[in-house]
């Protein structure tokens, strides 16, 4: 009896052998990672299926002798992802196998990818190209997302709507979230602005197509454009037949007084964090642009991130300047996920109706209960507590990527560290770009060529997002990026 007693609680207790793993294997300063890759791998091949239990972080920190920090943040990370949840004395439960693309997916080929002039469908096949690490721009930290208070708020929500408000909506969006817009970029950005003036849309993205869509009814068939700049609102301008012409970014921002020379009626710049570069429109360039505002030129301000900002104070936005002569757009993208697909457009109330009646046109409006529960979350406070935690984050992981690019590319120039949600970085070698983004990631690392948002020729690089990746990986990333660089050159 005693013998079976003995044996139940072995079976019961897992022991040192759990699921074989060897911190051995795992990168320097990314124990964390590897093994929260190792357990979402055990539970999607059936090894931790679904209801059993994680052994407490504590016993498995001591027989694999790390950390107990190194266990508990991996059990978070799973938490986080939906793999796990805590059930407080039940201990920590997998709940659902990740999700894997089916292995009959065609993927694309890294070189083919980057084997010509890139297109929205590029972008849409570089998405799609699985890799190890993911560097695109653009993203936040994802696993950051506060699961809990967006439940929280979503039942406070509910228990509010009545039947009729499951009925179709303004397509101007929720007045209540519209009213939680214009109060949100009163206190962040410094914009006035009344709420009958905001118009949701479903991220920047529909914003601009929503705005080339009026500007070309009004007569307007070219936008200027930084060079570098967004090759994806570069797109999206052409898709609706306006010609985008390049005007040169310096340290200073746009250079207004080639903008003037353009003749371009209209410009689309990110003033208070340049994309790709990261450089900041100086007093002296806001004020050139303002005077060429004034004598009628249309400014489209896209202010996709400037709320993470780490080594500098906070710029005004344009619209807070000259209001009748700005289109202002926005989203909870860089604040909380992309997927969300919730934004906004503010414009001069000449050009309103018109957006208005594109919106209405394109899809009758938004989702109204996602945006409820935006308005729930900024109301709250929730949100700029979530922005203070995301700051926290992305400034130790850019941090760990310049520190990596020192230690690997000790030969790059980096540039836009003081914000945002990326780094660029450029070489003086000459190569082409494109391929070394194909080589990296043929590598299992994914990022995108600085040559695919210029329409001029110059220095090759690579844009770098470095929020969304743990510090184990983008260390790995740059010694990838390093050992392809030192072939090139």
Not at 102 to 131: M, N, Q
Not at 167 to 176: F, I, K, L, Q
Not at 388 to 408: F, G, P, Q, Y
Request: with cysteine.
């Amino acid at each position: 009896m005693s013998r079976s007693k003995t044996g139940s609680s072995d079976r019961a207790k897992p022991g040192a052998d759990f699921l074989q793993l060897n911190f051995a294997d795992a990168p320097p300063g990314g124990l964390s990672d590897w093994l929260t890759g190792r357990l979402r791998q055990a539970i999607a091949d059936g090894l931790l299926p679904v209801g059993s239990r994680l052994p407490a972080s504590r016993v498995l920190a001591a027989e694999l002798r790390v950390s107990r920090g190194v266990v508990t943040e991996a059990y978070q990370r799973l938490i986080e992802t939906g793999q796990a949840a805590g059930r407080g004395r039940a201990g920590t439960i997998v709940v659902a196998a990740p999700v894997l693309a089916p292995a009959s997916t065609r993927k694309p080929l890294p070189r083919k990818v980057f084997s010509g002039p890139p297109s929205l469908d590029t972008l849409d096949e570089l998405r799609a190209t699985p890799a190890r690490i993911d560097l695109s721009p653009g993203v936040p930290d994802l696993a950051a997302f506060p699961r809990a208070a967006w439940l929280r708020a979503e039942r406070t929500v509910l228990d509010a709507l009545s039947p009729a408000d499951f009925g179709y909506g303004d397509p101007r969006g929720a007045p209540v979230f519209r009213r939680a817009v214009a109060n949100w970029l009163a206190r962040n950005r410094g914009i006035a602005v009344d709420p009958d003036d905001v118009v949701i849309v479903a991220g920047v993205a529909q914003g601009l197509v929503l705005l080339a869509q009026v500007l070309r009814a009004d007569g307007i068939g070219v936008v200027a454009v930084e060079d570098p700049g967004s090759f994806g609102a570069r797109q999206h301008l052409r898709q609706h037949h306006l010609e985008t012409t390049p005007v040169p970014v310096d340290s200073g921002g746009l250079r207004v007084g080639e903008l003037r020379a353009s003749g371009a009626p209209a410009v689309l710049l990110t003033p208070a964090h340049q994309f790709p570069t990261g450089v900041v429109l100086d007093g002296a360039r806001r004020r050139e642009l303002m005077a060429w505002a004034e004598e009628g030129g249309l400014v489209i301000e896209d202010d996709y991130d400037a709320e993470h900002r780490y080594d500098r104070p906070p710029v005004p936005a344009l619209r807070s300047l000259l209001p009748e002569q700005v289109c202002y757009t926005g989203s909870v993208s860089k604040l909380l996920a992309p997927a969300l697909r919730v934004g906004w457009i503010v414009v001069p109330r000449r050009y309103r109706a018109a957006v208005v009646n594109a919106k209405r046109d394109a899809d009758l409006g938004n989702a109204v209960l996602p945006q409820l529960v935006l308005a729930e979350l900024m109301d709250s406070g929730e949100l700029e507590r979530q922005l203070r935690l995301l700051r926290r984050r992305h400034r130790r992981r850019r941090d760990a990527m310049i520190d990596a690019i020192r230690t690997r590319l000790p030969g790059a120039q980096v540039h836009g560290a003081a914000a945002g949600l990326h780094l660029t970085i450029t070489f003086d070698h000459v190569f082409a770009d494109t391929e070394l983004a194909a080589a990296v990631l043929a590598r299992g690392v994914k990022v995108q060529p600085l040559s695919w948002h210029r329409q001029r020729s110059g220095q090759p690089g690579l844009v770098l997002g470095y929020a969304a990746s743990s510090a184990g990986e983008i260390a790995e990333a740059m010694a990838v990026i390093g050992d392809v660089v030192a072939g090139l050159t």
